[in-house]
């Protein structure tokens, strides 16, 4: 079971950080990818990595302001997200899979149930 947090309310160029921890797990070897929804649009892929974050890859829409990241001691990895704008306003979701990373949301067959991320100007 996947359990997303840190959703909140920032301003606009804020930072803001999610986490994402697998519980029943004792390891973290599993495919990572992060997804969003933003109220009246299609779910979108934001981000995903190996299961070591060696390798990620991005949207275009987020490159170079959001980061993945694995935490080695508590196997909960971590979405840091940098230089908000009003349109990364959506519930976030974590997933993970066994498989290759990447944007085919088939790939994932654990999800968590969401966290709120507004951005306000």
């Known amino acids: 079971q996947l359990v997303e947090s840190g959703g909140g309310l920032v301003q606009v160029g804020g930072p803001l950080r999610l986490s994402c921890e697998a519980s029943?797990?004792?390891?973290?070897?599993?495919?990572m990818g992060w997804f969003r929804q933003a109220p009246g649009r299609d779910g979108e892929y934001v981000a995903s990595s190996c299961w070591s974050a060696a390798y990620t890859d991005y949207a275009d829409s987020v490159r170079g302001r959001f980061t993945l990241t694995r935490y080695i001691t508590n196997h909960t990895k971590y979405l840091q997200k940098n230089d908000l704008k009003t349109e990364d306003t959506a519930v976030y979701y974590c997933?993970?899979?066994?498989?290759?990373?990447?944007?085919?949301?088939?790939?994932?067959?654990?999800w968590g149930r969401g966290t709120q991320v507004t951005v306000s100007s």
């Open positions: 997933a993970a899979g066994e498989g290759s990373y990447g944007h085919n949301a088939n790939t994932y067959d654990s």
């Open positions: 029943g797990r004792t390891d973290d070897h599993y495919t």
